[in-house]
């Protein structure tokens, strides 16, 4: 594989598995090998347009292929689980859509499996890529902040709750939750990220859903809105609002397609805080406190930059950006964010620690 391109299989032709489909056509080393798609209009219009080698009638049968190296699982949440498990099952490493998985439980299975057969597991997570999120990490990294020890994570919107093909997304057992899993998830993993993915010890949060009014899909049995509490091993915290609808205060701007929206992330520190919409940097220069607008360095596109970094994982160049093992912490923040809505109580993260063999 270190002299070849490396063949990927693209598995679901919806609007995430084009944005995946469309950067690899721009990548030399790698090649759209194959598309795995049930609806077969979609699948011709996939030909057509990204032009891979093949067209599959399910995942299956692409899982088959000994041709292909590495697949991008990009359907509802309930089949990333199944669909991540066969393909590293088949020897295939795995790009998943976010949420990785429904569960943790279900991510200790697929973090085992691919540290058993050496394959890479990387969670699509293209924001970690972005250029306003590469330019806070670059100063982060710097120290320019200091010691972080909080963050504001959020994605609020007012009228927003999702239907899906199916009316998946309001429904649990597909879905896996609503507003938390599937907004919430991007709000909490861009705070966590630039705080250095710490290790979360503990969560309190409060779970809601308050508008079913809104919702004519069949079931709604998910949260539209949850609010958390979570301590890391460092000491930090962050505090996380979303939600898919609430009567949001005229300070939140009107968005495009859900009503008032905001989707923002502050990090503080010791010596200054970032804030990425307005893109600001809050600097204490001797006593006394500077803002800097800030504006990244370049617009590259973060989906490239993504599948470039999962394909040099695959081919043991550099690590993955987006690990199983994030992944999995990722996961038993949200089962905690659950779990503390339910009871009413703080609850513990205990590590779900790798089995021997």
């Known amino acids: 594989m270190s002299t ?10 919806g609007w995430p598995g084009q944005q995946h489909a469309r950067v690899l056509g721009a990548i030399e080393e790698a090649e759209l090998y194959g598309c795995a798609e049930t609806d077969a209009p979609r699948a011709e219009e996939f030909r057509e347009t990204y032009g891979p080698r093949k067209i599959y ?151 809601f859903r308050n508008f079913d009014q809104l919702v004519q899909a069949a079931t709604f049995d998910v949260e539209d809105a949850a609010f958390a509490f979570i301590r890391f091993a460092n000491g930090a915290v962050v ?15 009107e968005g495009r397609y859900f009503g008032r929206e905001l989707n923002n992330c502050t990090i503080y520190g010791r010596k200054a805080t970032i804030r990425l919409r307005p893109f600001t940097l809050f600097e204490d220069v001797d006593g006394t406190l500077a803002d800097q607008p800030l504006e990244p360095a370049d617009q590259a596109d973060p989906f490239e930059l993504q599948m470039r970094n999962f394909l040099d994982a695959v081919k043991g160049i550099t690590p993955p950006m987006n690990d199983a093992e994030q992944a999995l912490y990722l996961m038993e923040m949200l089962d905690a964010i659950y779990l503390s809505g339910s009871t009413g109580r703080e609850v513990p993260i205990a590590r779900a620690e790798k089995t021997e063999g």
């Not at 070849?4 to 032709?13: F, N």
């Not at 505090?239 to 701007?253: C, G, R, V, Y």
């Open 4 to 13: 070849r391109k490396t063949r990927v299989g693209i598995i679901g032709a």
């Open 57 to 207: 009638p399910n995942y299956r049968e692409l899982l088959r292929d000994p041709a292909v190296d590495a697949v991008v699982i990009c359907l509802p949440n309930f089949l990333h689980f199944p669909a991540a498990r066969a393909a590293l099952e088949a020897g295939k490493h795995v790009l998943c859509e976010k949420p990785p998985t429904l569960n943790a439980s279900e991510m200790v299975v697929l973090r085992e499996e691919a540290s058993r057969r050496g394959l890479v597991y990387f969670f699509s997570r293209q924001f970690r890529f972005s250029p306003t999120m590469r330019m806070a990490r670059s100063l982060i990294q710097q120290a320019r902040l200091g010691q972080i020890y909080f963050a504001e994570a959020t994605w609020v919107r007012s009228r927003g709750i999702p239907q899906g093909i199916g009316g998946w997304f309001t429904e649990k057992s597909r879905s896996g939750g609503g507003a938390l899993i599937d907004i919430g998830i991007h709000a909490l993993d861009a705070a966590w990220f630039l705080m250095g993915t710490p290790r979360p010890v503990s969560v309190s949060a409060a779970v």
């Open 239 to 253: 505090q996380l609002k979303t939600s898919w609808a609430a009567n949001l205060t005229d300070e939140i701007p």
